[in-house]
């Protein structure tokens, strides 16, 4: 039986993950969210443990008690995020870039700190971080978000080159342009913040649906499917779904889908 965690797993992409998870067998989920609302509509659409926690607080005290309870951790998914402030850098309240720097960057790497040594004991483990807009290019009026979720891709890289002779395999991905309570806090924060031009953007994202939840939680599970690692890969525009085992093998040995993002 595969133990699979997932912060931020209650809601969005997380939740969308932990259905698609659901379907396989020989598989027992733990959802660790600190929305206790969300916990109990998670737990009406899917069987799992779920903890409610903040990542950015007493992650390591949880992880320690799911292993002493399984043994192991097979696969972790770092899910939980924050949007922090929107608008122009020079207008933002520095205070309100702790937020998504604490959750978005260091939420994900104390889990991964919490969760890798018994990965290394048990000599297998895979690791998904979530990366997102701002991460390769800039993303205007959004510089705390960008920046945490850019240094979320280069702490992948390092892990995954460290990590390797144990078996354990880190990736991040860019889930897409997915309708989230992200794109309405977006939204909140009005033309002022965002500009016409974005604002117009988002707003033509949130009447069309926006991307497929299901196709970034479909690339969670290629990735902890398969060999790749040290990658960063968009759901959207990535042609992931197509790669062979030979091309995963070629694509680990160069520099291809980095941070560096050469073609």
Not at 26 to 48: H, S, V, Y
Not at 83 to 108: A, C, M, Q
Not at 247 to 256: E, F
Request: charged residues 25%.
């Amino acid at each position: 039986m595969k133990i699979i965690i997932i912060t931020g797993g209650a809601g969005g992409i997380g939740l969308a993950t932990a259905v698609a998870f659901s379907k396989l067998k020989n598989t027992k989920l733990i959802i660790i969210d600190r929305n206790k609302k969300n916990i109990k509509l998670a737990q009406e659409k899917i069987e799992c443990d779920t903890y409610i926690v903040d990542v950015t607080k007493n992650i390591s005290q949880v992880i320690r008690k799911i292993y002493k309870k399984y043994h192991k951790i097979d696969i972790l998914i770092n899910c939980a995020g924050r949007l922090g402030p929107v608008g122009k850098f020079h207008t933002n309240n520095l205070e309100d870039w702790v937020l998504p720097l604490s959750v978005n960057l260091l939420g994900t790497v104390k889990t991964c700190h919490a969760v890798l040594p018994y990965m290394i004991k048990n000599r297998h483990g895979k690791i998904v971080n979530f990366s997102g807009g701002g991460a390769l290019y800039p993303f205007p009026n959004f510089s705390a978000y960008s920046t945490s979720k850019a240094a979320v891709v280069r702490f992948t890289e390092n892990l995954a080159s460290e990590y390797k002779k144990n078996n354990i395999q880190v990736n991040a991905i860019a889930p897409g342009a997915i309708n989230t309570k992200f794109l309405d806090d977006s939204l909140k924060a009005g033309v002022k913040s965002l500009g016409h031009t974005l604002y117009k953007k988002l707003l033509k994202q949130k009447r069309s649906g926006g991307d497929s939840v299901e196709m970034a939680a479909k690339l969670i599970l290629f990735l902890v499917s398969t060999d790749l690692t040290g990658k960063i890969i968009s759901a959207k525009w990535d042609n992931w779904q197509k790669w062979t085992r030979n091309d995963i093998k070629r694509i680990n040995k160069t520099t291809l889908y980095t941070l560096r993002r050469m073609q």
